[in-house]
């Protein structure tokens, strides 16, 4: 079973709303259950899912259910208004798969381009599948590419060299709104991956005060003493809230941590100056229904795409040599993998040529019984030998037409050797 059998089925920021995205987030637990029900269920024969704040895709091999059986899993899911997904996904097969995940993990389909997160976002959803062991021949060999392919990108073009991420556009979102961040404020909630990069960007910009809240009091201080801010306990967000100008959300919350109450009572405090929330999270942190309130600003994750990033045009144009990075890296494991596939067959043809050997010597018992030890194995060596010679130029033609992308050939090849009766 080759790449043709591979399917990648998703959505993401380009195809449906976070409102729809939050609806099929996952949490770490989340994945690995997902992930043994795909599996155990017989939907899929290996399956891989990544669920960043921006995409949610599962990149499987089929079952016996085939792809009616993944389009009906993801039919159990609907949109906010009970619609189902249908309109918002995307299906990619075969080649289409693979060249996806390779752009995806060289960040070339991200809200951002370049950013840095998603190799890393990527590596996690490999570590999930093997920890479930739903990764197989396809998949393990796929994402093992994948991520060398992000790599790649990274070190070999200019991609790399202007990296940023979502988290630097909410606070290059600050920097448009307030200007000159220094005399400012913030708080960050949240210290993941998606936090630290912010608390840097933050910092970087000239921030006179960065707080930070968690609800693992422990991480809050660590973020906070390497940033030189101020840890504060997790009961005491609502508090902070109406002494700071910005508060970015980044946190893996599956429902708002701040409501719309939180807010009205900050702003109180605040004498209604204006604040900022960005919300980074998927599902979001922040309640919507906080956009409705005067003098508080609400960003998520889809806003920032009309964020303009220092050094977009640069990223662009490195984008040119990722593209044909990874255009060229499909092109090699589509056929490595077509060359594995050919081999296994091929493996499978020597063993029916053998067996039939071994078959027509047992057939031959009364000649056979009467030679002696040494000439049974010679006749054994020469028989051997003749089938081998009789099968070389065959699977060299094999192998040949599998470097060469040749399906047709082969699959006559292999109906001329009898595969079918192997």
Same mark, same amino acid.
């Given at each position: ?302 806003? *920032? #795409?009309?964020?303009?990033?220092? =050094?977009? %045009?640069? /990223?662009? !144009? $490195?984008?040119?040599? @990722?593209?044909?990075?990874? &255009? ?69 033609? *094999? #192998?040949?037409?599998?470097?060469? =992308?040749? %399906?047709? /050939?082969? !699959? $006559?090849?292999?109906? @001329?050797?009898?595969?079918? &009766?192997?």
């Amino acid at each position: 079973m080759g790449a043709d059998a591979l399917l990648a089925v998703g959505l993401s920021y380009r195809t449906a709303p976070v409102n729809v995205r939050e609806r099929l987030a996952v949490d770490d637990l989340g994945v690995h259950r997902t992930l043994a029900n795909l599996v155990s269920s017989g939907v899929s024969r290996e399956a891989l899912l990544i669920s960043t704040c921006n995409r949610v895709e599962l990149y499987t091999v089929p079952g016996r259910g085939g792809e009616s059986a993944v389009a009906e899993f993801f039919s159990t899911f609907r949109g906010p208004e009970g619609e189902p997904l249908d309109r918002y996904l995307y299906w990619h097969r075969g080649r289409e798969a693979v060249q996806h995940l390779f752009r995806v993990s060289s960040a070339l389909d991200s809200m951002v381009l370049g950013e840095p997160q998603i190799l890393g976002q990527v590596k996690e959803a490999v570590r999930q599948a093997q920890e479930a062991n739903t990764l197989g021949r396809v998949l393990h060999r796929l994402t093992q590419r994948s991520l060398a392919v992000g790599k790649r990108v990274r070190t070999e073009t200019a991609l790399g060299q202007h990296r940023v991420g979502i988290g630097n556009a909410g606070v290059d979102l600050a920097t448009q709104i307030f200007g000159d961040l220094r005399g400012r404020r913030a708080m960050l909630i949240g210290v993941g991956e998606m936090g630290r990069q912010v608390a840097n960007a933050l910092q970087t910009a000239g921030l006179h005060e960065l707080v930070v809240c968690n609800r693992t009091w422990d991480r809050a201080r660590e973020l906070a003493e390497i940033q030189g801010g101020t840890a504060i306990e997790w009961g005491r967000l609502g508090e902070y809230l109406g002494r700071v100008d910005i508060a970015i959300a980044a946190t893996g919350a599956t429902e708002p941590v701040l409501r719309a109450a939180d807010v009205r009572s900050a702003l109180r405090a605040r004498n209604y100056r204006p604040l900022l929330l960005v919300d980074l999270s998927v599902p979001r942190n922040i309640a919507s229904d906080v956009d409705g309130i005067e003098d508080a600003y609400l960003f998520n994750v889809d806003h *920032l #795409r009309d964020v303009q990033s220092r =050094g977009k %045009a640069l /990223r662009e !144009e $490195a984008a040119q040599d @990722a593209h044909a990075l990874v &255009d060229d890296e499909t092109d090699r494991f589509m056929t490595s993998l077509a060359e594995l596939d050919v081999s296994e067959r091929i493996g499978g043809l020597v063993r029916h040529f053998e067996a039939v050997r071994a078959a027509e010597i047992e057939r031959s018992g009364r000649l056979v019984a009467e030679l002696d030890d040494e000439q049974r194995e010679a006749l054994d060596a020469m028989s051997r030998a003749l089938v081998k010679k009789v099968l070389h130029q065959p699977l060299q033609a *094999l #192998r040949q037409a599998a470097r060469e =992308g040749d %399906a047709e /050939r082969v !699959e $006559a090849i292999l109906h @001329a050797l009898g595969e079918e &009766d192997a």
